[in-house]
């Protein structure tokens, strides 16, 4: 009796330090294998159908919108993605539905959701994600910002000279 009280407390706490827990970070890059009106996928990639990942992007809001709180929308790989046109092809959008709502502000750098991902076939045929979320934090993602090179510019007063904005600007 002892010695299976004994097994059963080694299994538990080996199963609550993370081995029953594992979580594979999955990147925007893997999920482009889908191929989204086939649905085929690479093997490595059918494997995480199900499991518990986390991924990293950018909130796109689909539920009630709320300046302060997001439960249900679509995560997608930089923050110049949108629902409207052209969107992002599907294999490049999440739609996550969270457990519990997770503040919106959270997403200006980006942020890391885990949840369990499956893969689904919607109504029009074509396939795509959905995660189940579990939680989410703050991720500083890099990305490329086409409209770096318009904060970037400067005006001089030479700029101005001779154009309906020097006497616009000189008052500033």
Same mark, same amino acid.
């Given at each position: 009796m002892k010695v299976a009280f004994c097994i059963l407390s080694i299994v538990i706490c080996l199963t609550s330090h993370?081995?029953?827990?594992?979580?594979?970070? *999955?990147?925007?890059?893997?999920?482009?294998?889908?191929?989204?009106?086939?649905?085929?996928m690479p093997p490595s +990639?059918?494997?995480? #159908?199900?499991?518990v990942v986390? *991924?990293?992007g950018f909130i796109v809001?689909?539920?009630?919108f709320s300046f302060d709180y997001v439960k249900e929308f +679509?995560?997608?790989? #930089?923050?110049?993605?949108?629902?409207?046109?052209?969107?992002?092809?599907?294999?490049q959008m999440i739609h996550v539905k969270m457990k519990r709502k997770i503040p919106l502000n959270m997403d200006y750098r980006g942020v890391a959701i885990k949840g369990i991902l499956t893969f689904t076939e919607p109504e029009k045929g074509l396939?795509?994600?959905?995660?189940?979320?579990?939680s989410a934090e703050e991720a500083d993602i890099e990305f490329d910002d086409p409209f770096i090179e318009f904060d970037e510019y400067q005006l001089d007063d030479t700029d101005l000279e001779g154009t309906f904005?020097?006497?616009t600007f000189s008052e500033l």
């Open positions: 993370g081995f029953a827990n594992d979580v594979t970070d *999955v990147t925007w890059e893997t999920m482009s294998n889908m191929n989204y009106e086939t649905g085929t +990639l059918r494997l995480l #159908d199900n499991q986390e *991924v990293a809001p689909l539920d009630d +679509l995560l997608v790989p #930089d923050p110049m993605s949108c629902i409207h046109v052209p969107p992002p092809p599907p294999n396939f795509s994600y959905e995660l189940a979320g579990i904005l020097e006497d």
